[in-house]
Each structure stands twice: as C-alpha cells, then as structure tokens.
C-alpha cells in the first residue's frame, strides 16, 4: 500500500511542468504517501497538503512546515506550463471541462483550475492568466469500504448517502463499494454502474478503468449526472446505480428518476454534519420521498474513509422536519412541496416551500 500511494503521488506529479515534477518526486516517502493535493498559486510558495497538514516544498525537495528563504516559489510560467501539460498541450480539446472549473488526467487525479475567466455570450468559454492549480491525488484504497459494507450491505442492497467535508474519503468509499458490490462480496454479483462525472471513481483512460471496479460494474465516464442516469436505467439494467458529489437541483432529480425506475442509489453530498445535510433545499424532496435508506457521516479530513454515524434517513429527517411532512409535487412552474401538519394530515395554514426552500 505504501509503495502504491508513492506511485499515486508521482502519477499526479506527471501532469506538471517539467521544473516542479521533478522537484516532487524527490519528496520524501513518507510525505508523499499521506499527500491529497498539490497546490501551485502564483508568486506563492508549493504546498502539499496532508489530513490536517500543510508542508511547504524547499528547492531542493525537501520539505518544512513553516516557510523560509529556500521554499521553492511558484511563478507565472511555472503555472501556465502545468495547466498545459494537464491539457495535454491541446486546450482546446479540454474546453468543455476547463468550463466546469476542472481538468481530469490520467489515473483520475483532478486538477481544479483558477485563472482570468473567458466569457463568450455571457458565458464562461476559457480560463486565461492562470492564477492557482490544485492537483488533487486520486488515492484508491482497497478495503476501505469494508465495515460499511459490512453493517449496511449484509442482508441485500440499500439506498446510502455519503456525507462529509472535503477529503473525508467519499469518493474513496463509493470506489471500493463498487469492488465489493460488483465482485460478489455480497449475497450475489450486483450489476453496478457508475456515473463518473469527473472521472474520479474509475479513472477511465482511453477505455480503461485504472482504478478496479469490479467486474460486473459498467462506467459512464465524463457523463453529466443526469444523462448517465438516464442512459444507465434504460440500457444497462443496473441494481445499483453510484454517483459522487450531488450538488444541485437537477443532480437530485436525477436521482429521483432513477429511483422511481427501481434502482438502488449510492451517492455522496458536501456537508459537515447531517444537520447542514438538510438545509441544503436540493435535498428535500429526496428525504421527502424516502429515497435513501441510510445517512452515513463520515469524520473530518484527518481520518479518511471512517464512520462518524450511521443512521435511517427516515429517521433523520422526522428529527428535523418533526411539524410537518413535505409533499413534493411539480406543477408548470417548476418544483414546489406543500406542507402537511403531522397531527392532522392537513395543509399548515398558508405553508409551502417554493425553489428557493422559503416557507411562504
């Protein structure tokens, strides 16, 4: 395992300018094995970021905690060679992920992309003048999903939520789920597919997965959340569905279509506790009609992958809505939920939640 997180780390590394790939991988081991991202700002010093550690990078490769007059400074080239070796030296080809703010090269490591913002019809079309890049190291590891496989997945298949803050391990825990759902660690082989927006769970490079997934797993690599539900229900008959990163209004009607199409849902959202969970609108008509099982919370960045709590997400969301039960209903405007009063199966007086989650 130490090895292969080395390996992780100089494949990141790969992806930048000649200069600073060779400066990171004189890093020690033992500082590249517990690195998640690798940031470049200009006129600033390299910093690798750890769980809830930050070294800054000297010129020599070595590595400090504080900064000092040999830290190795990021400059304006330095940046604007890195962003096109991420894009291959073809950025135009990249346009359309440049536009959502990100580049995913090989191995599925995810390079976020910071710079002067090129409009076209109101519109962002490209990123000049490249300011920061934050390298994220893709990090697969095997086993991680076991206990929760263990406490959730025993008795067949449910609908599961992952939540927590950044680098909590999401994204690692939806990959070795997969793994274990598609290899028939359960009670059967589960037909899985993935709907890898970003090309983070699977890493598919030039057809292939990098990252194992199971051999009864199908990925839809760079789909939008919605299309790639919508073709996985209707072409690849999946038991289970899995999707990382719901973050908005039309991601959770997505998962709402599939659900309505008998398919179980594993997915993810950004939260630091369940009860920021549920102030998120997007997510109410998810609780509201029951489509996951369980809520699971994963602790803060400093322990990757590891189980805070894990609860009915029915059970949740009584706890927090305890007055009333919202219907969520369409009409020609748009989505809004009417509030029904728990004690009398009747609409609070003059209550509805509209698109913007204020009770009128």
Do not use: W
């Amino acid at each position: 395992m130490t090895t292969q997180y080395t390996q992780r780390f100089d494949q990141a590394c790969e992806g930048l300018c000649q200069e600073i790939a060779t400066l990171l991988y004189g890093v020690p081991s033992s500082i590249k094995q517990t690195t998640c991202q690798i940031r470049l700002r200009a006129n600033l010093p390299l910093v690798l970021c750890a769980p809830n550690q930050l070294f800054f990078v000297k010129k020599d490769g070595q590595v400090s905690k504080v900064i000092s007059p040999d830290t190795f400074v990021v400059t304006p080239k330095h940046l604007e060679q890195s962003f096109q070796s991420l894009c291959g030296h073809s950025v135009h080809s990249h346009e359309a992920d440049i536009q959502n703010g990100f580049l995913t090269i090989q191995g599925g490591h995810r390079a976020g992309i910071c710079g002067t913002g090129v409009l076209e019809n109101g519109k962002l079309k490209n990123v000049r003048s490249i300011s920061s890049i934050n390298l994220r190291v893709a990090r697969a590891m095997p086993g991680a999903a076991k206990e929760l496989f263990e406490r959730l997945f025993q008795d067949g298949l449910h609908s599961v939520l992952l939540v927590g803050p950044p680098l909590s391990g999401k994204t690692t825990l939806l990959r070795d789920l997969a793994v274990h759902l598609a290899n028939g660690q359960g009670k059967r082989y589960y037909q899985t597919a993935v709907i890898d927006e970003r090309s983070e769970i699977a890493a598919v490079y030039k057809g292939s997965a990098q990252n194992d997934i199971g051999v009864c797993c199908d990925v839809l690599n760079g789909y939008p959340k919605a299309k790639g539900m919508e073709i996985a229900t209707r072409t690849l008959s999946p038991d289970v569905i899995i999707l990382d990163e719901i973050g908005s209004k039309e991601d959770a009607q997505a998962i709402l279509d599939g659900a309505n199409a008998g398919v179980h849902i594993l997915a993810s959202a950004h939260a630091s506790s369940l009860q920021e969970l549920m102030r998120k609108p997007y997510f109410k008509p998810l609780f509201a009609q029951q489509i996951f099982d369980y809520l699971v919370l994963l602790k803060n960045g400093e322990h990757i992958g590891k189980i805070q709590t894990i609860v009915k997400a029915s059970e949740q969301y009584a706890e927090t809505y305890r007055s009333f039960v919202c219907d969520y209903i369409h009409d020609h405007d748009g989505d809004y939920g009417i509030c029904f009063a728990e004690e009398t199966g009747e609409p609070a007086a003059g209550g509805y939640f509209d698109d913007s989650d204020h009770v009128q």
